[in-house]
């Protein structure tokens, strides 16, 4: 239990701990099955399900992402892992952010995957404005009703037949409360002004085709965050860790090797 609420996760392997956070629309750990799989033989890889995700309890529907970000801080204390590096992508990535801006001393280091510095830190307001109101409106239906509308949004339309099928699987076991308060915290967070203070090794890994998030989004953050490194991975959506695993797996290992363990 962390503030309250159970919190229920995936881990695999051993080493330095890695700490994978995942994004919204009804995803969970499971989506990070391919770095579970191969990242697990360098490091010891949590992949938590974010309050209202996977199997972990519902949040207040006033959760903010300060709250979201108070919660992952106790899950990683409670699990007593020592300073891991965190993983996050798209809603994650800016949780990640949002995990340094109130815990800077807890992360190792930051990867941010197809991310934002919140949506009201990375995108127009009137875009901002769309989406929240656009999910307002779906949820109020059966998801089945909605969800494939927003696949496009998440995969190329090169991506197998069979990963589109198994992502929108993934995605329907969405609860749609919870997702609306994960959104709407999304919605009013603004972390772009952490990003000069960031001082912790920062991978920006950007899918080229991310719908999602613009590379122009990508582009930002490394170009705010002091010291940091972009990578982008060509002809890729917004779900680079599973569109392209293998190129996702090695540039996070890349980019984590160096850094070495703990003193």
Known sequence: ???????????????????????????????????????????????????GCGGSDDPPGSFSM??????????????GLARPHVLGLSFGGALALALYARHPTLPRSLVLAGAYAGWAGS????????????????????????????????????????????TLSLMSDIRPQANLTMLRAMANADLHGILPDIDVPTL???????????LAVGRELHAKIPASELAVLPDVGHLSN???ADAFNREVRNFLRPLGQLP
Not at 66 to 79: K, N, W
Not at 129 to 150: F, H, K
């Open 204 to 214: 920006v890994l950007h899918g080229e085709l991310d719908a999602r998030s613009p």
């Open 242 to 244: 599973v569109e392209a």
């Open 1 to 51: 239990m962390v503030s309250g609420l159970r919190i229920s996760y995936r881990r695999a392997g051993s080493g330095e701990p890695l700490v994978l956070v995942h994004g919204g629309f009804g995803f969970d750990s499971r989506s990070w099955g391919p770095q579970l799989d191969d990242l697990s033989d360098e490091f010891d890889v949590v992949a938590w399900d974010a309050p």
């Open 123 to 166: 995108l127009p307001v009137e875009e901002v404005e769309r989406r929240i109101q656009r999910i307002r409106e779906d949820v109020t239906a059966a998801p089945s009703q909605w969800l494939p509308g927003y696949l496009s949004g998440m995969l190329t339309a090169s991506a197998p037949p069979g990963m589109v099928e198994q």
């Open 66 to 79: 300060d709250d979201y970000a108070d919660v992952l801080a106790g899950f990683i204390r409670e699990l």
